[in-house]
């Protein structure tokens, strides 16, 4: 810090970059970033204020949050969004098709909520939903799935990708129908927006950051987070109507490319 002479410093993600501003002398803007709507990023930034002069939110309800817990620091809502270039593929309607069920990100449980996965699936087998599900990415609830799920591996119907560049994750987002995220708690994650400015439709936890900033009927489903039949019956349904799928789909392309653009 003393050798790169900032003139400002955005704490971000982790304890260690908030500790960073314990070392920033007075004169130099130092803001913290409330990145998820969780118990514990508020008491990690309730602990940091003194050397704090601004927050940033990615959410409304985490804006609210803020300013009803910390008072006295300014806070302003900053949008996420994603990079748009007219040369990303898009999902192609192939109402004829299995359904294309696509989870994108960390094989993670806190967060995440991957665990549920197998339910879900089993949920979707009762139902008779003709379906291919790619779970793409990485992470400590890897081996788990794997073994959980190997009998959708062994039928064709499941399919483990790993981490690709991310040019050649467009591709892979772009041969799908529907998002699936059951995370118990986001701030607003980039990987719904890259879904949905692709042709996805997001079939989604009702958890409040989607609720308040992304999701409407029009575009996407929301469901009890931690309901696998909820999933479920969404998925069920959408697999049953492609058209209504198909204008949700449009619909959410022209929703996050205002927003983002």
Not at 16 to 41: A, Q, W
Not at 94 to 123: C, M, N, T, Y
Not at 128 to 148: D, K, S
Not at 195 to 203: I, K, R
Request: glycine share 8%; net charge negative.
């Amino acid at each position: 810090l003393g050798q790169f002479q900032p003139t400002a410093v955005l704490a971000f993600l982790s304890s260690g970059s908030f500790e960073t501003l314990r070392y920033v002398p007075d004169g130099v803007l130092r803001v913290g970033t409330i990145h998820d709507h969780h118990e514990l990023v508020y008491r990690l930034v309730h602990n940091y204020l003194p050397w704090t002069d601004q927050l940033t939110v990615g959410s409304r309800i985490e804006l609210e949050r803020a300013r009803e817990e910390y008072p006295d620091t300014p806070c302003h809502h900053l949008l996420y969004g994603i990079p748009i270039d007219a040369a990303r593929p898009m999902r192609q309607s192939k109402p004829d098709h299995p359904l294309r069920i696509l989870f994108f990100g960390r094989f993670q449980q806190s967060q995440k909520q991957v665990r549920i996965f197998p339910a879900i699936w089993r949920e979707l087998k009762k139902r008779n939903v003709n379906f291919r599900w790619t779970i793409h990415g990485e992470g400590p609830e890897e081996p788990f799935l794997r073994n959980a799920l190997k009998p959708g591996v062994d039928s064709g119907e499941i399919h483990f990708s790993a981490p690709v560049p991310h040019d050649q994750l467009k591709q892979i987002i772009a041969e799908h129908d529907i998002y699936l995220l059951t995370s118990a708690h986001e701030g607003g994650p980039l990987t719904l927006l890259e879904a949905m400015v692709q042709g996805l439709v997001p079939v989604c936890g009702d958890i409040p950051c989607l609720v308040q900033d992304i999701l409407g009927p029009e575009n996407g489903l929301r469901v009890s987070f931690d309901q696998p039949a909820a999933y479920a019956d969404a998925i069920a349904d959408l697999a049953k109507d492609r058209t209504r799928l198909d204008a949700m789909s449009a619909a959410g392309v022209r929703m996050e490319r205002y927003e983002a653009g």
